[in-house]
DNA sequence: CGGCATCCTGGAGGATACTG
DNA sequence: CAGTATCCTCCAGGATGCCG
């Protein structure tokens, strides 16, 4: 197929490309993707792991994972019940741009630290 | 330098590496980014540029890019005055990681959207 | 254990008006 | 032209309590 928009127009507000960037891109997603590629985990494993997140949080983060095909739920019927959280093979394709984003930090940050301090100054 | 730490605690809330990644992966910073990487433009040039935006959230988008090295900011002295916005070398680095997310949504979103309505339906 | 419903608050960001 | 100042709204997300 043909791809014609341009990256600028892939970025606009209400872009598919974008919204999907944003539900996939945000402190609690990026953390639970990391943590899910690891191992699978059980909501309340994940809540511990990432000790900044509140139920409620974690829960909408989930979902909207599950919905974007980035994760799988499967529910135990164990008695309490238990329900597994999995990463992908959708979802473990998003780990290599996400890296790459990370290995940009690790490369950059103490010059964007230079120029922070540069700027303060002034 | 040693890297000891893990994707995940770099992800962390508070982390420098992610604080620094919510400072350029939002929604205005990253069209701001695609535009100045095809030139340099002048702040009512990039107003017009990104429909969306509002005077002052492409203020505080400039202002954050400019003090972490990614864009500069030269004020040319005629009447009225003259401002243009270009990318620095190191914002030119961010191109590549960001470019990946895209490459990223392009393969992917047809993917994305089936789940979406296989989860819409059940 | 793994949630959902409800209530509530802070702060991001829009609208508008003004200025060097 | 390139902002700054002020006001104001809205809703993401925290706290709490309840349930299968």
């Known amino acids: 197929m043909t791809e014609t928009a341009t990256p600028a127009e892939r970025l606009a507000v209400g872009a598919p490309h974008r919204e999907l960037l944003e539900q996939v891109l945000d402190t609690w997603s990026m953390q639970v993707l990391e943590h899910l590629c690891e191992a699978p985990a059980r909501f309340n494993d994940l809540r511990r792991a990432i000790p900044a ?3 409620k949080s974690l829960t909408a983060t989930l979902r909207r994972l599950e ?14 019940v238990a329900v597994e959280y999995a990463i992908t093979p959708l979802g473990k394709t ?5 890296d790459a984003l990370l290995a940009w ?3 950059h940050l103490a010059e964007v630290e230079a120029a922070r301090d540069r700027f303060d100054d002034a």
Request: glycine share 8%; proline share 8%.
């Open 67 to 80: 919905r974007n095909g980035i994760v799988g739920r499967s529910v135990i019927s164990t008695r309490p």
């Open 94 to 98: 998003l780990r290599e741009p996400v």
């Open 53 to 55: 997140v509140t139920a």
């Open 105 to 107: 930090t690790s490369a």
